[in-house]
């Protein structure tokens, strides 16, 4: 099985902070990417899709860079309720689909 | 909203049990999974299912099956329950993705002991 690689953090940043987060995958056939939020014993939710030419999302960012095999998200101006782990998804393509979740990214925003 | 419902959220059961886990979606989405989390080991997929009637192994399929006799319902089956099975059991679906509002959506969850 192709991998999904992410530092598992934590990161701990202050309010207000701009915090970045990367995602590696190895298949070089994969054609959708995602960003999904985990809150602590809660179940992963959809954050955003990651298209090609990057998209933007009130203060979320996600960046594809195809060339090196990773996908980011920026987070600007972090809310404490930003807290949470922030999981990168990727469908293993080529004729049939298969979602490989990475371990996750835990940030921890402070006051 | 698509809703993924998963029948229990708290599920303690007894080794050598036979358990079943069920997962409905109301959405009509095509594809269904089921997914084991454990610490630092993240999610792994279980099984999942493009059809009815069709189910494809994921990474961990050992000591479970699954069974889709509905689109709506997928269901997870422990034969004979072990203590490495605790663990939080997730289910989600989607559309194809060829569909624009592709994705997935995740029920809340059931959080397995066996003891």
């Known amino acids: 099985r192709k991998e999904v690689e992410q530092d598992p953090g934590p990161f701990n940043v202050p309010e207000g902070a701009t915090v970045a987060f990367n995602c590696t995958y190895s298949?070089?056939?994969?054609?959708?990417f995602f960003w999904y939020r985990q809150d602590c014993r809660k179940e992963p939710k959809l954050l955003m899709s990651?298209?090609?030419s990057g998209n933007e999302d009130g203060r979320f960012t996600a960046q594809l860079n195809r060339a090196s095999q990773y996908i980011s998200l920026l987070i600007r101006d972090s809310k404490l309720s930003d807290s949470a782990t922030y999981l990168c998804v990727v469908d293993q393509s080529g004729g049939s689909y298969i979602p490989t979740f990475g371990r996750g990214t835990s940030l921890i925003v402070h006051p | 909203d698509v809703k993924v419902t998963q029948s229990s959220r708290y599920l303690v059961k007894r080794t050598g049990e036979k358990v079943f886990l069920e997962c409905v979606q109301d959405?009509?989405?095509?594809?269904m999974f089921w997914y084991r989390q454990d610490p630092g080991l993240g999610l792994r997929l279980i099984y999942f299912s493009y059809d009815v009637k069709m189910k494809e192994k994921g990474d961990i399929p050992e000591g479970y099956s699954v069974s889709r006799e509905k689109k709506e319902r997928f269901s997870l089956i422990l034969e004979s329950a072990s203590t490495n099975q605790t663990s939080m059991y997730l289910c989600a679906s989607s559309l194809a993705p060829d569909r624009a509002d592709y994705g997935y959506t995740f029920g809340s969850g059931t959080r397995l002991t066996v003891v």
């Open positions: 959405m009509d989405h095509e594809n």
């Open positions: 990651v298209y090609s």
């Open positions: 298949n070089s056939a994969s054609q959708s």
